[in-house]
């Protein structure tokens, strides 16, 4: 069995990445032209708290850039798929209780700093999206993003270390598998506040792929955790 090419993939992760920022761009820029924005992309790209379908636009275009790595690694990278990676069990309920537990932590670990940007990126989501955009952006970060996050980062990036790395032990490519994955999960974000909690979670999420050998678990994970999040700005607007 051919080792998984684990630096070409990790490079063509990256230029994917590179490349959904780009797509993401461009699509905002059709999304302002077409809705006729007050000034354009870049009043938009100013904005504290963009329209729904400019976060939407944003997170689609992303996604094909994540896509495009994704295959790569199937295809040229030497990646095999994990067999039933996205089959769920009755059992795997469990990691949505997981997820939970995962935010409540984080939550708890950053309490003592009190820093008030934390909330940032989810006022950057939500703030400015109602009624039915509020429905889409919800259901695109806790059940879409999660999807695209899982197969890139632990999928594809944490498996082509862990499985392809040269000159390295077992264990020694494993742990720099979760490590590196970790990091650039939380890079990803580019939210420096909330870089050590995503680079937690995204070493928690690296475990459970390699315990279970699916993406399922990391996926309800991740979807539960955001979840949270989700659930606390709806409680907030109903407090108002």
């Avoid at 919800?138 to 993003?145: D, N, S, V, Y």
């Amino acid at each position: 069995m051919n080792r998984p090419r684990a630096v070409a993939i990790v490079v063509a992760s990256f230029i994917g990445f590179l490349a959904g920022q780009l797509l993401a761009l461009l699509l905002e820029i059709a999304g302002a032209s077409l809705a006729h924005y007050p000034g354009g992309v870049n009043a938009l790209s100013r904005v504290a708290n963009p329209p729904w379908w400019a976060n939407a636009l944003g997170l689609i275009g992303l996604w094909i850039g994540f896509s495009s790595a994704i295959y790569y690694a199937r295809h040229d990278g030497r990646l095999s798929a994990l067999a039933n990676q996205w089959r769920p069990r009755p059992s795997d309920v469990v990691y949505v209780a997981l997820g939970v537990a995962c935010q409540f932590a984080i939550d708890l670990a950053y309490a003592p700093f009190h820093f008030k940007s934390l909330s940032h990126p989810v006022n950057h989501l939500f703030q400015a999206a109602h009624g039915p955009g509020f429905v889409v952006i919800a259901l695109m970060t806790t059940l879409a993003a999660p999807i695209f996050e899982e197969w890139l980062f632990r999928g594809v990036i944490f498996r082509a270390i862990a499985e392809g790395a040269t000159g390295l032990t077992k264990g020694a490519a494993l742990t720099v598998g979760i490590v590196v994955s970790a990091l650039l999960f939380a890079a990803a974000h580019g939210e420096a506040v909330q870089f050590a909690g995503l680079a937690a979670l995204g070493v928690v999420l690296a475990l459970l792929v390699h315990r279970t050998k699916r993406l399922v678990p990391s996926y309800l994970t991740h979807a539960s955790f955001n979840a949270v999040a989700l659930v606390a700005v709806i409680a907030q607007r109903a407090g108002h």
